[in-house]
């Protein structure tokens, strides 16, 4: 049986260059702090803690240590708050960075501020605290409470509205709640910033691209990620004969006859460790 991995397979820069940052302050200390799990991906956080590299409550940490803050961020005014008391090791992705940094100047510059995405979603608590007034926007039911009532909501200091995306979410539901606010708001101006992330969208467009070669599609990822079950969703679409699985044992269970199958693409989301997909692919190799 023939294995495709896409390039694009596993880890994203931002989580590699986290879990880089992580390893190396674990080679100075016996014990490393995390605000929060570096990704969502629970056979991963145990292999970490058992090196431990854990998350810990930040009331009960000493004084003086070192935490790591992951890739997604945390709010400016968390940021000041434990950086009076600890050391921060920051290794937010620099592209959700660039995002704080828009929506800082965009607030300067007396911006209301739109965002697509989900309202309690790690990142989205780190951006919506650089806004002054902002939205945050998921479904299309809130568009259009939002556009029903936007005279209200937006208050009349504001000259101008931004737009932009939490950088997973979905490209489809950005550009439409830009045509539908660009189309109805038309009394002060919109400005729309594509605050996508790219790393996300070759890996979906390289996967589909491979799919339409193979029998059979295997997503590896953490049944609670939101970016693994966003890959799976957009490759189940294209074809029925795709399989979700968090690890080889799990796969086993879903999917044990493989008559028939000449080649197999497996595709790792960005929250899925490298070991995780190789277990899987040396034993599709070996059927
Ligand atoms: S998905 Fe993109 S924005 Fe998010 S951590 Fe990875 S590289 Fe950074």
């Known amino acids: 049986m023939e294995i495709i991995v896409p390039k694009s397979s596993g880890f994203c820069p931002g989580v590699k260059r986290a879990e880089d940052g992580v390893f190396q302050l674990k080679e100075k200390t016996p014990k490393v702090n995390l605000h929060g799990p570096l990704i969502h991906n629970q056979i991963y956080t145990s292999m970490l803690e058992s090196k431990g590299i854990e998350t810990v409550d930040t009331e009960s940490l000493p004084e003086g240590e070192t935490l790591v803050i992951r890739t997604h961020g945390i709010s400016m005014q968390e940021e000041k708050k434990l950086a009076q008391k600890f050391v921060l090791k920051d290794l937010t992705c620099p592209i959700v960075k660039r995002v704080q940094k828009h929506i800082e100047k965009a607030a300067h510059e007396e911006s209301f501020v739109i965002i697509s995405g989900k309202e309690g979603h790690a990142e989205v608590q780190g951006l919506v ?23 209200n909501i937006i208050p009349e200091n504001y000259k101008q509205i931004f737009i932009l995306s939490q950088t997973t979410h979905s490209r489809i539901f950005f550009e439409h709640i830009c045509d539908a606010i660009k189309n109805t708001i038309t009394h002060i101006p919109v400005v729309i910033k594509d605050t996508i992330c790219a790393v996300t969208e070759n890996k979906e467009k390289e996967s ?25 969703t957009i490759l189940k679409k294209a074809s029925e004969n795709t399989l979700f699985t968090k690890n080889l044992v799990d796969l086993q269970e879903i999917k044990d006859d493989w008559v028939n199958t000449n080649k197999v693409l497996v595709v790792s989301s960005a929250s899925t460790p490298l070991f995780i997909e190789q277990e899987i692919v040396a034993y599709l190799k070996n059927i």
Not at 129 to 151: G, M, P, R
Not at 214 to 231: A, Q
Request: charged letters at 35%.
């Open 129 to 151: 605290s650089y806004a002054k007034d902002h939205i945050v926007i998921e479904t299309e039911n809130e568009l259009e409470k939002f556009l029903k009532d936007y005279k």
């Open 208 to 232: 589909l691209e491979l799919q339409k070669t193979v029998d059979w599609t295997i997503v590896i990822g953490d049944p609670h990620s939101s970016n693994s079950k966003k890959l799976y």
